[in-house]
């Protein structure tokens, strides 16, 4: 992959003379990113061909046969979400590096609730945010006095709406999708936040969460230069795609199966949209699986292609991403079961709202 | 010198805990370095986003991995 090591050249070149480029003016950073894509856009736009040549040509696989095409499928979806993910994370980490959890919050507190759940399901996009780090951000919000309604919103938004689902969703499905979900994904997340908001839940948060005194804010809201941002993004990279390569090799290998060995149609008489019942049935399968985006999508387009109905697909997805067991059982220590209810069955609903829809419209 | 590096137990976090050690040991500076998991304690010091890193009671940094050069300064001062 001739990109990445490309843009490895300008992150190391980057570290080694680290004191003299924290003064370079901005435009050769523009320039250099301007470079970068120009380049990246020329190699991806030849590796279908150069999957088909490596299928057909080297390894000599004939044509037409379950094994080339479930080889040229690996082939070419492999590398071309590697470098979907590398832009799409370099470019949303040097924006991530504006926002940070703090400041997020700082906008957040203090807005009416329909305004702040709109603002805050955006802001789950580009907000740093782990879900491990699910419970300290709780606590900080709503006792920062952001709405608890809105906190939902953010939580809501933050997993399901990010960078990589999207990126995915673009690369291989096309870019209606992608938009389909996140218009559908921010709507679920201000929606939910905004029901549970009205339902005045304040009394069903552990009782210690609201005694706690938040201490002095942390000390590290130094400006960044543009240099700092651009390592910012390459960190980004690093971590983000160090984490999830291995689930969107696994991902696509699955998908290059189901591509080449199973019969078109087949899925249409499971996950088809004929059935009332495959929607909900999605939904409850993805809650106890713990995957992420990246694993996830290669799937799905092969699903798709094979028959499935998109609306299914997509609250399948939606469930395995949004509604984690794991996340849940971290949510437990702050929300009383009852409020744990009442998420589930909020965002349960927004989901399959959505495959409903999509399967009518689509 | 006391150092308490706050989260859950995430991967993050475990790397943030071995950092700081790492430093504290090739500084030779006599430090107390500790693992903050409890979710009310790590609250309690206003951090939103885990890993953390507090040096005598000041919150260095958050939610994010600290680069080595950076946990030195904070505790070499």
């Given at each position: 992959m001739e990109p990445l090591d490309d843009l490895t050249c300008t992150a190391c070149a980057g570290n080694r003379v680290h004191e003299k480029q924290l003064?370079?003016?901005?435009w050769m950073y523009v320039l250099a990113a301007v470079a970068g894509v120009v380049l990246w856009w020329l190699v991806y736009g030849k590796l279908r061909w150069l999957a088909a040549l490596l299928t057909y040509?080297?390894?000599?696989i004939p044509a037409g046969t379950s094994l080339g095409s479930s080889v040229e499928f690996f082939l070419y979806d492999t590398p071309k979400v590697m470098m979907l993910l590398l832009i799409v994370v370099y470019g949303v980490g040097i924006i991530r590096s504006f926002f940070t959890p703090e400041r997020t919050r700082d906008m957040l507190s203090g807005k009416s609730e329909l305004f702040g759940n709109v603002l805050a399901a955006l802001l789950g996009i580009v907000t740093p945010f782990c879900s491990c780090s699910a419970v300290p951000l709780f606590i900080g919000f709503v006792t920062a006095g952001v709405p608890l309604g809105v906190t939902f919103s953010f939580l809501i938004s933050a997993p399901m709406v990010n960078e990589i689902a999207l990126a995915l969703l673009y690369g291989l499905l096309g870019w209606k999708v992608a938009a389909l979900y996140l218009v559908t994904g921010l709507l679920i997340a201000i929606i939910s936040g905004w029901v549970i908001g009205r339902l005045h839940?304040?009394?069903?948060?552990?009782?210690?969460v609201m005694q706690?005194?938040?201490?002095?804010?942390?000390?590290?809201?130094e400006t960044l230069t543009w240099h700092d941002r651009f390592v910012y993004g390459w960190d980004a990279v690093k971590d983000i795609i160090g984490r999830v390569w291995k689930y969107v090799i696994i991902g696509i290998a699955v998908g290059a199966g189901i591509h080449g060995f199973v019969p078109e149609g087949l899925m249409a008489s499971i996950?088809?949209?004929?059935?009332?019942w495959s929607v909900p049935l999605a939904t409850i399968v993805g809650v106890p699986m713990y995957s992420n985006a990246a694993g996830i999508i290669p799937v799905v387009e092969a699903l798709l292609g094979k028959g499935a109905a998109l609306g299914t697909v997509l609250a399948f997805m939606m469930s395995v991403i949004a509604l984690s067991l794991p996340e849940m059982i971290i949510l437990r220590k702050v929300l009383k079961p009852r409020m744990i209810q009442v998420f589930v069955g909020v965002v349960g609903g927004g989901i399959l709202l959505v495959g409903y829809l999509f399967n009518m419209i689509i | 010198m006391e150092i308490k590096v706050l989260g859950p137990g995430c991967a993050k976090c475990k790397k943030a805990e071995a950092l700081v050690k790492e430093v504290v040991s090739e500084t030779g500076i006599a430090a107390d370095v500790q693992k903050v998991t409890d979710l009310m304690e790590i609250a309690g010091y206003g951090v939103?986003?885990?890993?953390a890193v507090v040096v005598d009671g000041e919150?260095?940094?958050?939610?994010k991995v600290p680069k080595k050069d950076e946990i030195k300064k904070w505790i070499t001062k």
């Open positions: 003064r370079r003016p901005a040509s080297l390894f000599r839940m304040e009394k069903h948060i552990e009782d210690w706690i005194r938040a201490g002095a804010a942390s000390g590290q809201d996950m088809g949209k004929g059935d009332w | 939103f986003a885990t890993p919150v260095k940094c958050s939610g």
